[in-house]
């Protein structure tokens, strides 16, 4: 049977993750948008795959937010409780402070169910939807999307392209080129027009020159061939959609585990350690929320905020000492979790003490 004050605490609880959680996502979602505008201006993305990039990284940034939100939404309410001496009421009436944990674990059991659920299914999911829209990005580009007087990068040969004017069909017109050939020998061809033709392999496609000259030889030295011509084709690679070595941060939880790899085994630790986190987190904020009637209700937010800040930053140095071997992966960032757990088990000790000398 939930209880009038359960259901009091928690609706306090719950109603101050919802706002802050709703206010950080808002101020990270204005400054991806302005970033999505911006690859979309410069043609590195496609227009119609903006909104879908824009939701993507909605829910990357979930894994995060979920954990800081409900870190910070526990440290107001339950400040706003001390501060109007509501929760000194509740002491008194011997609600301890493991009396608290109850009405949150309402919220807190769904909110770890779901961030572990982002962190390890969703998350990689999501950024390897954005990496891939982004190479199909690179891959559909043609002549039209290059801007007049700019030197783009041309497919994956090392070489960049520059055409003084483009016409609406795609005609480049005074086009410049400048390419490493395998053999190490510079490539550097002018031609009064430019066009791209489409080849028999689907990962080549076809740069197709009139009227120029093409220069071939290495720098600094004097030998160097001069053909000139009235058609010529440079073939170019596009690039690849699915990257033969991925990151580790895109890669599946299944894919992790079957690793042995420092750098999949320190990700594959991240991602169990975010729901774990957000259960400390939520521990450690309970208790670190208490302070006098009269200090006010953001009392504890600075000195909340240093402590997430000190956690998820030796989190990170952790996850970088086991991707370069500096720590072993058996204690990897367990270790981590651990100092900060025991931390709020010495504060909720030392509270429990308090109110029962208090009260006995």
């Not at 009227?211 to 011509?229: A, D, L, M, N, S």
């Not at 402590?307 to 086991?322: P, R």
Request: with cysteine; net charge neutral; hydrophobic share 50%.
């Amino acid at each position: 049977m939930i209880r009038i004050l359960d259901r009091y605490i928690f609706r306090e609880i719950a109603m101050t993750w919802f706002g802050v959680t709703f206010v950080l996502l808002l101020i990270l979602l204005t400054n991806q948008f302005a970033r999505v505008l911006g690859d979309v201006a410069k043609g590195n993305l496609p227009k119609d795959a903006a909104m879908d990039v824009f939701g993507l990284s909605a829910l990357q940034y979930m894994t995060v937010l979920v954990p800081i939100g409900l870190f910070l939404a526990i440290m107001l309410a339950l400040g706003r409780l001390y501060r109007d001496s509501e929760l000194p009421a509740m002491l008194a009436c011997r609600v301890g402070p493991m009396g608290i944990y109850r009405p949150l674990a309402f919220l807190l059991v769904p909110l770890v169910v779901a961030v572990a659920w982002l962190a390890i299914v969703v998350g990689p999911a999501a950024l390897a939807a954005v990496d891939r829209i982004g190479a199909e990005a690179r891959r559909e580009a043609d002549l039209s999307s290059i801007e007049p007087g700019r030197f783009t990068e041309l497919g994956t040969n090392r070489g960049v392209v520059y055409g003084e004017s483009v016409t609406r069909d795609g005609l480049m017109e005074r086009v410049f080129i400048q390419r490493q050939l395998e053999t190490g020998e510079i490539e550097v061809v002018t031609a009064a027009r430019g066009e791209q033709v489409e080849s028999d392999d689907p990962n080549t496609r076809m740069l197709v020159l009139y009227e120029g000259r093409r220069y071939e030889g290495v720098p600094g030295t004097g030998k160097f061939r001069v053909i000139e011509f009235l058609e010529h084709g440079i073939p170019y690679r596009l690039p690849s959609l699915d990257p033969p070595d991925p990151r580790p941060r895109v890669k599946t939880t299944s894919a992790l585990l079957k690793s042995d790899e420092l750098d999949d085994i320190a990700e594959l630790q991240w991602r169990i350690g975010v729901p774990l986190s957000t259960l400390i987190l939520a521990f450690i904020a309970v208790p670190l929320s208490k302070s006098p009637p009269r200090a006010g209700r953001y009392g504890r937010i600075a000195v909340g905020l240093l402590l997430f800040i000190i956690y998820f930053n030796v989190l990170s140095a952790a996850k970088a000492w086991v991707e370069d071997g500096e720590m072993s992966p058996a204690l990897g960032l367990w270790w981590v979790h651990g100092a900060a757990l025991m931390f709020g088990v010495g504060l909720l000790a030392a509270q429990n003490q308090v109110h029962r000398r208090i009260f006995s």
